[in-house]
């Protein structure tokens, strides 16, 4: 029972004070109610009420106690590719990768830059390959982590929203001065992307976008109960077996609580910095393997190492609240500006409605290319899908005839939707 009040008073406080403003409270209430059982008895029998009151209150104090440092620490360097910090006009702090294009491919002329998804995670090591691939066909490849992501600095978390991250776009573009440039935005990289095409100052600054598995780019496309793509690799794929960080008290409390929507995600309970340094690959295994098709549960790839994976849970929460709360962005979408790409897979984990929105509304998008064999994590170095992906993205920024039919287009979405492809 202290349990239960316990909980519910962090809820109610909002974890203010490491939990502590919900812990004495707690203590007290269950000391009063021992000392009164403890009335009746004589002793030492005195002395067991108080037992379950000592377990209930080490068991609850577990929670309110820092088991991961409170200042952020950030994965180190990384061998192959240097890491730049640019200061953007917004105030954010990013971390910058560049791959340069390779020789003897020819050089494209407009730099392509990589918004990876999280939305607030560091490009994994997996990504980092398949960047390296668009260099070697003559890409000059930027990627930047968005802030709280990786080795990006954090920002105070009610700065956190989808707004602030198409201005940082804009601001990444302004900083490279090198002109427009060519977007590939993943996941939820790509609903930035999608709403930066609908601002006609950020939209001016690109030549081409790729929205590749975007996730709902607005509030009224968040709330749609929809289907997905071909059975994924979630719950068939082993469990990890390293350890979660979810499996200490404190963060299981805090995550859980977030998650269900009863701790805000800039509680008291615990802070950001401790958050992201707690939080672990394992923490997001059923959702990696959602990025799967069942076919390959077995041969899922390592995205990761230990030492480069970041997440923060509560800046990514924030933002999705965000999108959750933002108006419609059709009208805006529906005008056309910037040549677009969609990119969806087999086996999305994806609402497909999220993608067929887009679709719908952008009539700038001149291709759709649902790419077969693959979930949503379509370049995952299994068999040849990274040269794949790098074909129809390659075919698209170049302007040639596309590997893949163009399906679903907008007269399909109907029967696309009916079929449940």
């Not at 209430?29 to 059982?37: E, I, N, P, Q």
């Not at 440092?69 to 950030?74: D, G, H, L, N, S």
Request: charge should be positive; hydrophobic fraction near 40%; aromatic fraction near 6%.
């Amino acid at each position: 029972m202290l349990v239960v009040v316990f909980l519910a008073l962090i809820a109610l406080t909002d974890g203010a004070g490491s939990g502590l403003a919900a812990w004495l409270p707690t203590l007290g209430v269950g000391a009063v109610l021992a000392t009164w059982r403890s009335q009746r008895c004589t002793w030492p029998a005195r002395l067991v009420p108080f037992l379950p009151v000592a377990v209930a209150a080490a068991l609850t104090a577990s929670v309110c106690i820092p088991t991961a440092p409170t200042t952020r620490r950030y994965p180190p360097a990384l061998p192959f590719v240097t890491t730049q910090h640019w200061s953007l006009t917004t105030g954010s702090r990013v971390a910058v990768y560049h791959y340069p294009p390779a020789h003897p491919s020819p050089r494209h002329p407009t730099p392509l830059v990589y918004l990876n998804g999280g939305p607030v995670r560091g490009i994994s090591v997996l990504d980092h390959r398949f960047l390296q691939l668009l260099a070697r066909q003559g890409y000059d490849v930027y990627a930047y982590e968005q802030p709280g992501g990786g080795r990006s600095d954090l920002l105070p978390m009610g700065q956190y929203t989808i707004s602030r991250s198409v201005s940082d776009l804009a601001a990444f573009v302004d900083r490279l001065n090198k002109g427009k440039v060519d977007i590939l935005g993943f996941s939820s990289g790509g609903a930035v992307l999608t709403r930066a095409l609908t601002d006609p100052s950020v939209a001016a600054r690109l030549h081409r976008a790729i929205i590749a598995e975007p996730g709902p780019m607005d509030g009224p496309t968040a709330h749609i109960a929809g289907h997905k793509g071909r059975q994924s690799a979630r719950g068939l794929a082993p469990a990890p077996t390293v350890p979660r960080s979810t499996y200490v008290p404190r963060h299981a409390v805090a995550f859980g609580l977030m998650r269900l929507g009863l701790l805000s995600p800039d509680t008291g309970l615990i802070g950001q910095a401790e958050g992201d340094n707690a939080f672990t690959a394992a923490d997001l295994g059923s959702d990696t393997a959602s990025a799967y098709c069942a076919r390959d549960a077995h041969r899922i790839p390592a995205e990761d190492t230990a030492q480069n994976f970041s997440f923060s849970p509560a800046a990514s929460l924030r933002i999705q609240q965000t999108v959750k709360d933002s108006p419609s962005i059709a009208s805006q979408l529906r005008q056309p500006r910037t040549p677009a790409m969609l990119m969806i897979a087999e086996c999305s984990s994806q609402i497909r409605q999220w993608e067929t929105t887009v679709l719908a509304n952008d009539p700038a998008i001149q291709r759709t290319q649902n790419m077969p064999g693959v979930g949503h994590h379509m370049w995952n170095g299994l068999d040849d899908n990274n040269e794949r992906a790098a074909a129809v993205i390659t075919a698209f920024l170049q302007d040639k005839p596309a590997p893949l039919p163009n399906y679903p287009t907008r007269d399909e979405i109907p029967t696309f939707l009916r079929d449940h492809k």
